[in-house]
């Protein structure tokens, strides 16, 4: 049995995105999942399935409280950072596809404003992180930063791969983060703005590296039976697939450490939604930082390894572009918010709402996750 | 003046602790699996050739060469504000397995250039470091 098409995205919700939110990571996940019920036009109470993301905000039994839901049928968390949400999304596939859940939740809220919560200290709390944590972290190897910059390093040295190639990507995140009041970033950047930007760990420079940011963000996943009678036009998940890349825990000692999950992931996701790269009108990229978004497009296809410097040197990624990428400013621009924000925005294009951002006539588009070393997950949707 | 802060300190997992009290008698020790011969690093519980769970300890030679390496700019930890701008090196060693240290050159590393291991002195473990061949 295939799950192609059995399932939309019927609800989506998010917070403001902000730095320094009074708020904590629950009520602001809770503010997003009451939305995402909301713009779904279901009762909160209605929602049978919770997939919380992270383990740092609520849990299933938050959500049961709060909600009044009185017959939960499944949860279960997902450990694998900003891959989790698009993971989470093939769970809630399958889920509603099998008749085990009518509406699942997929819900996140994060607060890292406070020094304690920042990446660098954060990581080495987390189990996916206990060889870098017991191996490199004593040698200075902290955070994600300095952790991914090697298999960039390698790429560029392998491939030709440039800092304006990562700085086209940087400009057109924030190119597009402009055109959304809900993103943090409010000023242009050139590409010498990118490439003056002071050093972090290099490759890397300030504007290659994501956000930190706090808010919420949330999404519904309905049994697509179910979403015929719901508020909006239905957003169809055509192709979803999840991939781990060979020695996940260690880039270290990761055979070809620029390879990714996503290269796994990707062919498995297309088969199933029936389309090729070349079909994509729109592509929501999880861009922690810029590099990532290169290389996944050469994962995905859309170019061969190695040329995803090139590939996107001629603006494709910009609005009027042959692929219009990150639509909302991304990690890079708007918000940090584990790419859910990017399933959120993927679904706002293709019901027609991506207001000054809206890419005419968007009809199928695909949304990345990447999480902690290198998992990936991809989610190809088509609109109704 | 602020007080120093010392970088992290390394917590060793029982399953590698043979690994810090070789770097501690200079050697650069790595897991053999007992029913296969497999070497593998970093320290795990099983073979992943053969599945064993029987391991003896084995030091290998340091020397490789440059897989990639980064420049930290900017310190995500407060004790290693004084080191920057500091450079890791992944290294490919010859034995196989991959090795991450910090860089002696004075030179930016050139990916595939030999390389040998040092150990630096320090507390409570050597740093693992790695120097022109």
Redesign the interface.
């Known amino acids: 049995m295939s799950i192609a098409d059995k399932a939309c995205v019927t609800g989506i919700g998010e917070t403001a995105y902000v730095r320094g939110s009074p708020k904590s990571a629950f009520e602001l996940q809770l503010e997003a999942a009451r939305r995402a019920a909301e713009d779904a036009g279901i009762s909160p109470r209605d929602i049978d399935g919770v997939i919380p993301i992270g383990v740092v905000s609520g849990i299933a039994e938050d959500f049961i409280d709060n909600f009044g839901i009185t017959d939960l049928r499944f949860s279960a968390l997902i450990p694998h950072g900003g891959a989790s949400p698009t993971m989470a999304l093939q769970s809630a596939t399958a889920l509603v596809a099998a008749g085990i859940c009518n509406h699942v939740l997929i819900a996140f809220g994060r607060n890292v404003s406070a020094a304690a919560s920042?990446?660098?200290?954060r990581i080495?709390q987390m189990p996916q992180f206990?060889?870098v944590t017991?191996?490199?972290?004593?040698?200075?190897?902290?955070?994600p930063?300095?952790i991914y910059?090697?298999?960039a390093?390698?790429h560029m040295?392998l491939y030709g791969t440039t800092v304006e190639h990562f700085g086209e990507v940087a400009v057109a995140c924030r190119e597009h983060a402009l055109l959304n009041d809900n993103a943090i970033m409010k000023k242009p950047i050139t590409l010498e703005d990118h490439r003056n930007s002071?050093?972090?760990?290099?490759?890397f420079r300030l504007l290659d590296c994501s956000l930190e940011s706090d808010g919420g963000a949330a999404v519904i996943v309905s049994a697509a039976e179910r979403a015929k009678d719901l508020r909006h036009r239905r957003v169809f998940i055509s192709g979803v697939a999840v991939g781990h890349p060979d020695s996940p825990a260690?880039i270290?000692?990761r055979p070809d450490?620029t390879s990714l999950g996503l290269g796994k992931a990707a062919p498995r996701a297309f088969r199933m939604a029936g389309v090729t790269p070349a079909d994509i009108q729109v592509a929501e990229i999880y861009d922690c930082f810029t590099y990532a978004v290169i290389r996944q497009l050469e994962d995905m296809g859309f170019c061969a390894k190695g040329e995803g410097g090139p590939f996107v040197a001629d603006g494709k990624l910009r609005l009027g572009g042959a692929l219009p990428t990150n639509t909302h400013g991304g990690l890079l621009s708007q918000a940090h918010i584990w790419g859910l924000n990017h399933i959120v925005e993927l679904v706002r294009q293709l019901r027609g709402h991506g207001g000054r951002a809206q890419v005419p006539g968007a009809e199928l588009g695909l949304v990345t996750g990447y999480g902690d070393l290198g998992d990936g997950a991809i989610a190809i949707m088509r609109r109704e | 003046m602020s007080e120093r802060v010392p970088?992290?300190?390394?917590?060793?997992?029982a399953v590698?602790l043979p690994y810090s009290e070789g770097l501690q008698r200079g050697e650069f020790c790595v897991q053999r699996c007992a029913a296969c011969g497999t070497l593998r690093?970093?320290p795990r519980l099983l073979c992943r050739e053969c599945f064993s769970d029987t391991v003896e300890w084995q030091a290998i030679s340091g020397d490789g060469h440059i897989?990639?390496?980064?420049?930290?700019?900017?310190a995500?930890?407060p004790g290693?504000a004084e080191?920057l701008?500091?450079t890791?090196v992944?290294i490919e060693l010859t034995v196989g397995?991959?090795?991450?240290?910090?860089w002696l050159g004075d030179a930016v590393p050139q990916?595939g250039a030999p390389v040998r291991m040092v150990l630096v002195p320090g507390e409570p473990?050597p740093?693992?470091s790695f120097a022109p061949a």
Do not use: W
């Open positions: 920042k990446a660098g200290a080495h206990h060889y017991e191996f490199e972290y004593p040698l200075g190897n902290c955070a930063a300095q910059a090697p298999m390093m390698r040295q002071r050093l972090i760990a290099e490759p260690s270290t000692q450490m | 970088p992290p300190v390394p917590v060793p997992s590698a690093h970093y897989h990639s390496y980064t420049v930290a700019h900017y995500y930890h290693f080191d701008p500091y890791l992944t397995l991959r090795a991450l240290g910090r990916i473990y740093r693992l």
